[in-house]
């Protein structure tokens, strides 16, 4: 066993005594043992366990551990506090800047107990007002999350989005192609994006691809009329070189996934597709186009044959923004900032608040008291900003049993209740799928919020059997949230068609905790697409008044 492999065991030791708030002397005894044995010139683990007593620094107690670990690979000190740490935990021992004083505030004050959590976190400034941290912090731990991310060749659409979209414009500008888009995932809208693809009707010559290799891309390899590279952030990226009769179908055939261009070409027979764009080849296979998103080889090809692919909803076509969080919880505006925001630089029609309920302790939820101070401050700024209207909701939580955080006296004085889990998210698909449905069955509430739970890239959901929980979606009318954080995108893109054709309407929430964060609601109108989402289907594409009547009649149920 190398010596830096017992020096890293050594110091997750020291690491999580102190996280267990054990003795500081041990801590710093072990943490000390760790550096002076990474600096040793010569193997530790050759040496007896009289001669590693000898070593300047350890002693019998930290060499017996270090004997232990050499010779059953295992500390017991060690496992014990293994098994009394989260494994997510462990994991943010890696992060940059995070101590182990900092990351039992994190566990033990904030609930938070993965990186993808934490992440999460750092994106709704929840550390801000914890103990140690500051806003510096709070960027300087998102960054060294996203640094962690990135090695994985994995990202966020949200992520690549600048990157992709000046990487296109750079190509315009210096290799000067006759055409060129974007392709592959970032054209189909995909949620995670595993590479830039990106197709230019130019010959690939030795002047272009100089000015390729001058970019500081990393380990740029030509393969036939293919450069394959990768950004400086870690993005792979891979040029296609076309001529322009190939176009068409290269468009087809670099954006679509792979069934969805293996079903197109068999129903092309053979046909012709020279010099032909990309509408012209879908109409010479007997189709309308289909849009770029919908290219999944899900069901776009049935739809498309019996004329009802839809119209796909665009973010111009929305309304309001609704499930939003101000200074009364864990926001970082106020209510009244938020709402104008929304009015003056959005020109939307209205805004929906949902605050945190009182079990979200972590993010200064609201109890019973504060509720009706707020909702006094929502009518005198009605008053203020009419005829913009300002909806009255909550993020209620919804609690183990599937029980909403509140009586039914307090939830009746909302506008609107968005439902959603936020604890215990560690359960099976029939615990979790019978707490959503107790939940959504509750005559208060409004929307699911979030349905799965799930992080992208860092969080899987809890497991829900989607098509019950839709379901009941559709017998209790409830609309589903899809959730437009990018590291959300929940309801998944693959149930919207689903939950369309059981009539349940679906309400594209950016979920935002500062003004910036109204922004995701066009990630949410992106996926909203992948899904065929059309206006008609969606819940804050609805007017003022037509939302008004929704929400009043979901009241007047409420007092059956």
């Given at each position: 066993m190398e010596n830096k492999t017992i020096a890293r065991t050594l110091r997750l030791l020291s690491q999580l005594m102190e996280l267990h708030d054990e003795n500081p002397f041990k801590v710093r005894s072990i943490a000390n043992a760790a550096f002076k044995v990474d600096k040793l010139p010569y193997p530790i683990a050759d040496k007896t366990l009289d001669e590693i007593e000898q070593v300047d620094g350890l002693g019998k107690s930290i060499a017996s551990k270090i004997w232990e670990l050499v010779h059953s690979n295992a500390i017991a000190d060690l496992s014990d506090l293994l098994m009394r740490t989260t494994p997510g935990i462990v994991e943010m021992m890696k992060i940059k800047g995070l101590g182990p004083k900092k990351i039992r505030v994190i566990w033990k004050d904030l609930g938070i107990e993965n990186v993808g959590e934490l992440y999460y976190a750092c994106n709704e400034n929840r550390l801000i007002e914890a103990k140690g941290f500051g806003l510096k912090t709070q960027e300087e731990i998102k960054k060294s999350i996203e640094f962690i991310m990135a090695s994985s060749g994995r990202f966020l659409y949200a992520q690549v989005e600048s990157i992709a979209e000046a990487i296109?414009?750079?190509?315009?500008?210096?290799?000067?192609?006759?055409?060129?888009?974007?392709?592959?995932?970032?054209?189909?809208?995909?949620?995670?994006?595993?590479?830039?693809?990106?197709?230019?009707?130019?010959?690939?010559?030795?002047?272009?691809?100089?000015?390729?290799?001058?970019?500081?891309?990393?380990?740029?390899?030509?393969?036939?009329?293919?450069?394959?590279?990768e950004t400086e952030q870690g993005i792979k990226i891979k040029l296609n070189f076309v001529k322009n009769a190939e176009l068409g179908w290269e468009l087809i055939s670099k954006t679509g996934n792979e069934e969805h261009v293996e079903t197109l070409k068999a129903m092309l027979q053979g046909a012709d597709w020279v010099g032909k764009s990309e509408s012209q080849i879908y109409e010479l296979a007997g189709l309308p186009f289909i849009e770029p998103e919908l290219r999944e080889g899900n069901n776009e090809f049935k739809l498309a044959e019996a004329n009802s692919l839809p119209q796909l909803i665009q973010y111009s076509d929305l309304r309001g923004s609704l499930h939003n969080h101000?200074?009364?919880?864990?926001?970082?505006?106020?209510?009244?900032?938020?709402?104008?925001?929304?009015?003056?630089?959005?020109?939307?029609?209205?805004?929906?608040?949902?605050?945190?309920?009182?079990?979200?302790?972590?993010?200064?939820?609201?109890?019973?008291?504060?509720?009706?101070?707020?909702?006094?401050?929502?009518?005198?700024?009605?008053?203020?900003?009419?005829?913009?209207?300002?909806?009255?909701?909550?993020?209620?939580d919804i609690l183990y049993d599937g029980s909403l955080d509140y009586s039914n006296e307090v939830l009746s004085s909302f506008d609107f209740v968005v439902a959603s889990i936020h604890s215990i998210l560690n359960m099976n698909e029939e615990k979790a799928t019978e707490r959503l449905i107790k939940a959504i069955e509750n005559p208060y509430t409004t929307i699911l919020g979030h349905p799965t739970g799930r992080l992208l890239l860092s969080r899987s959901g809890y497991p829900i059997d989607h098509k019950k929980v839709i379901d009941a979606c559709a017998e209790n009318q409830v609309i589903i949230e899809i959730n437009a954080n990018p590291l959300r995108l929940d309801l998944d893109w693959r149930w919207h068609q689903y939950a369309i054709s059981k009539g349940v309407l679906l309400s594209i929430n950016p979920d935002a905790h500062r003004k910036e964060g109204f922004h995701d609601m066009k990630y949410g109108t992106l996926v909203a697409r992948k899904g065929g989402l059309a206006k008609e289907n969606c819940l804050n594409a609805m007017t003022l008044d037509q939302i008004s009547i929704l929400f009043e009649q979901k009241k007047k149920k409420q007092q059956l």
């Open positions: 296109l414009e750079r190509l315009i500008s210096e290799i000067q192609p006759e055409f060129a888009f974007l392709t592959g995932q970032y054209r189909r809208k995909s949620e995670i994006i595993d590479s830039i693809d990106l197709l230019l009707v130019k010959e690939l010559d030795n002047i272009s691809l100089n000015k390729l290799e001058s970019w500081n891309f990393k380990g740029l390899e030509v393969i036939n009329n293919q450069i394959i590279a101000s200074t009364w919880s864990d926001g970082i505006h106020t209510l009244e900032e938020m709402a104008l925001f929304c009015k003056n630089d959005l020109k939307l029609q209205y805004f929906g608040i949902c605050d945190h309920s009182k079990s979200a302790f972590y993010a200064n939820g609201l109890n019973e008291t504060r509720i009706a101070a707020q909702q006094r401050e929502i009518d005198e700024l009605n008053k203020k900003l009419s005829p913009f209207r300002i909806f009255k909701g909550i993020e209620s």
